[in-house]
């Protein structure tokens, strides 16, 4: 059974940037948690950033620029926890990811735009750009039937 990455603050887990979480609770995620099947990762924490912690936007992405409303350059936190995400996707050999929508890190469509006024730009977070970078489809919350129809596919093809 295929493994799937998930960002830790989706399953309940207080890392969010203001030490909260975004738990979503869908019965397929419960059915995955039960069969083990779940790979939970927080790419900024595992790139050594705190929580709390300030909140950070991508300011360019070439070349990447990530830093925080108070100009605190964070780029190297940020990149160093989207190669931990990809190593950990790989020891787990998994088949697919479902990470929080906009976030810097973690968003596979649209992230915030550097402004830090609630503006959304179509480019993926950090740690999801590489992701897919190495061939891992990205999933968000809002798009759990395209990764049930997708895993399921998976399944029948194995
Ligand atoms: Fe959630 Fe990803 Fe932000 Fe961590 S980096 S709190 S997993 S959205």
Same mark, same amino acid.
């Not at 300011?59 to 409303?69: A, E, G, H, K």
């Not at 968003?107 to 550097?114: A, R």
């Given at each position: ?5 998930? @960002? ?6 207080? %890392? ?24 939970? %990762? ?9 929580? *709390?912690? *300030?909140?950070?936007? %991508? ?26 995400? %990809? ?15 906009? @976030? ?12 830090? @006024? ?41």
């Amino acid at each position: 059974m295929d493994k799937i990455l998930i @960002s830790a603050c989706l399953l309940g887990a207080n %890392v969010r940037y203001d030490g909260r979480h975004n738990l979503i609770e869908h019965p397929a995620l419960q059915h995955w948690k039960q069969q083990g099947r779940l790979v939970m %990762v927080c790419p900024e924490s595992l790139g050594g950033l705190p929580t *709390p912690r *300030p909140p950070a936007e %991508v300011q360019s992405r070439f070349p990447i620029f990530v830093s925080t409303r108070d100009g605190e350059d964070v780029t190297d936190q940020f990149l160093s926890g989207a190669e931990a995400v %990809v190593k950990i996707a790989k020891q787990h050999n998994v088949c697919c990811a479902i990470m929080k929508s906009h @976030s810097p890190s973690c968003g596979n469509t649209f992230t915030y735009d550097g402004s830090f @006024s609630g503006v959304l730009t179509e480019a993926p977070g950090v740690a999801a750009a590489e992701l897919i970078r190495h061939g891992i489809p990205v999933f968000n919350e809002h798009q759990i039937d395209q990764l049930i129809r997708f895993v399921e596919a998976q399944t029948e093809a194995a």
